[in-house]
């Protein structure tokens, strides 16, 4: 069985949180495609490491929490729960400086045990409640 901590989703996202986008080269593919919602999709790893460098700078203390990861062959799939404070606006949500938790699922596709492409599925609608300044 594999342990969450060894999937390649699971380390995808924790490389994304502390920032240590160099090793996504060795988790992705370079033309990988990433669906994303909030007009947030890539269509490879240089360009997802951008988008992963302006999330940490609108969100220092974004976290993504595993928590559970199901894995079929070349498909891993993580329920997660992300966690963090909107400093400054991002995927057209406004930073307002307020505190967020929403949920998310990521479904991963890998080829040669690497993302070849994936989809992550954000409640954006609960993010855009919890942060707007009412």
């Known amino acids: 069985m594999t342990e ?4 390649v989703v699971f380390r995808w996202l924790a490389a994304g949180d502390s920032g240590d986008l160099d090793v996504f080269d060795e ?3 370079s033309d ?3 669906h994303a919602p909030a007009g947030l ?3 490879s790893a240089d360009e997802e490491k951008a988008v992963w460098r302006d999330a940490l700078a609108a969100m220092p203390d974004l976290r993504h929490e595993v928590q559970e990861v ?3 062959g070349e498909v891993e799939m993580a329920r997660v729960v992300v966690t963090g404070t909107m400093a400054v606006s991002f ?3 406004d930073g307002t400086g307020r505190p967020f938790r929403i949920d998310q699922a990521v479904i991963t596709h890998l080829r040669d045990g690497k993302v070849h492409e994936a989809w992550e599925i ?3 609608a609960a993010l855009r409640d919890q ?4």
Do not use: F, K
Request: charged content about 15%; proline content about 4%.
């Open 32 to 34: 990988a495609v990433i």
């Open 41 to 43: 999709s890539t269509t």
């Open 91 to 93: 995927g057209g949500v």
């Open 122 to 124: 954000a409640d954006i």
């Open 27 to 29: 988790l992705m593919h």
């Open 4 to 7: 969450p901590h060894e999937t």
């Open 70 to 72: 199901l894995v079929d």
């Open 131 to 134: 942060v707007s300044e009412a």
